[in-house]
């Protein structure tokens, strides 16, 4: 396989993934964010109930894994190239800040105490403000999301500008 088919492949699943994940965040953001954290502590409670046979810790850690294997993918075959470089290794860098650290760092330790720390083991006003504290910092992940999105696709759409044949004026 050529380097130009094998550098398409890799864009296309970069941003098909990259949507993914962002449009995955959207969908939270406005369908379960308001019924999980609307009314925390009890909202927190019917979201341990409802959310058993699957839930976004299904959902976002592979695909996450996707859009970081397929950025560094892209990187290594971009590398060369200084026009699409920088738009791959910053959808990358956007992602593994916004979605992977980010997350690691704000996300994980409140999802602990909101949906893995036993019922009762903190106080309704603690869980309140940590339900606030998620959904502010959500609208980090959200944003990054959007960022990793665009330049994966600007970077998608300059490759096919430069790969497009060229044809002859009449």
């Known amino acids: 396989m050529s380097r130009t088919k094998l550098t398409w492949i ?3 699943v970069l941003v098909w993934t990259a949507m993914m994940s962002f449009g995955g965040v ?4 406005v369908m379960l964010y308001p019924n999980i954290f609307g009314d925390a502590p009890a909202s927190l409670d019917r979201a341990r109930e409802f959310l058993v046979a699957g839930g ?16 560094l993918a892209a990187i290594a075959l971009t590398l060369r190239n200084r026009r ?13 800040a916004c ?6 760092v704000f996300f994980w330790p409140r999802n602990e105490i909101m949906f893995v720390d036993p ?25 990054g999301g959007a960022v990793t ?3 994966a696709f600007t970077a998608l759409l300059r490759f096919a500008r ?5 044809r002859a004026e009449r």
């Open 162 to 166: 430069e790969t497009a044949p060229v």
């Open 26 to 29: 959207a969908a939270e953001t």
């Open 84 to 96: 699409l470089r920088w738009y791959v290794a910053g959808a990358a860098a956007v992602f593994i």
């Open 99 to 104: 979605e992977f650290l980010f997350s690691v």
């Open 149 to 151: 999105s665009a330049l």
């Open 56 to 71: 976004p810790s299904d959902y976002f850690p592979p695909l996450g894994a996707t859009v970081v294997l397929s950025s």
């Open 119 to 143: 019922v009762g083991t903190h106080s309704p006003e603690y869980l309140r403000q940590v339900a606030e504290e998620f959904v502010a910092g959500h609208w980090v992940r959200l944003a």
């Open 10 to 12: 890799v864009l296309i």
